[in-house]
């Protein structure tokens, strides 16, 4: 099976009526009704607004970038470990965080089980 991410940040099955019963099944029938609110309502601002101490750890679930990580130390210094899977992307954080012993990289992703899959990019 060949999973993607898709606009909403969640992972789903590639087929859109897969996609439609997962939000509604899982995330509830509101779920794009409060996506669409929480972007409305510069909601993306609510991502970074946490006070971390030093100790705390994050779990940053596929890195991808490097935003959310950047973003969150920035605004509270903490340990941060970034899970990304993808090769590319793994390489980029790592130059891009090289020298901060506050962010750990990982390139693998999190799942219940241990397994290979595909990401289609």
Request: hydrophobic share 40%; charged share 25%; proline share 2%.
């Amino acid at each position: 099976m060949v999973l993607k991410l898709n606009k909403l940040g969640m992972y789903a099955k590639t087929a859109k009526a897969s996609t439609r019963f997962y939000f509604n099944l899982i995330l509830g029938k509101d779920f794009e009704k409060n996506v669409i609110s929480f972007r409305k309502n510069n909601g993306e601002s609510l991502r970074y607004s946490y006070t971390f101490d030093k100790q705390d750890i994050v779990f940053d679930i596929g890195g991808f970038r490097g935003e959310f990580a950047e973003q969150i130390y920035r605004s509270s210094p903490c340990k941060i470990f970034v899970f990304e899977p993808v090769l590319k992307h793994f390489n980029f954080l790592t130059e891009k965080f090289a020298g901060n012993l506050d962010i750990r990289l990982f390139n693998f992703g999190l799942d219940a089980k241990n397994q290979k899959i595909e990401i289609a990019l």
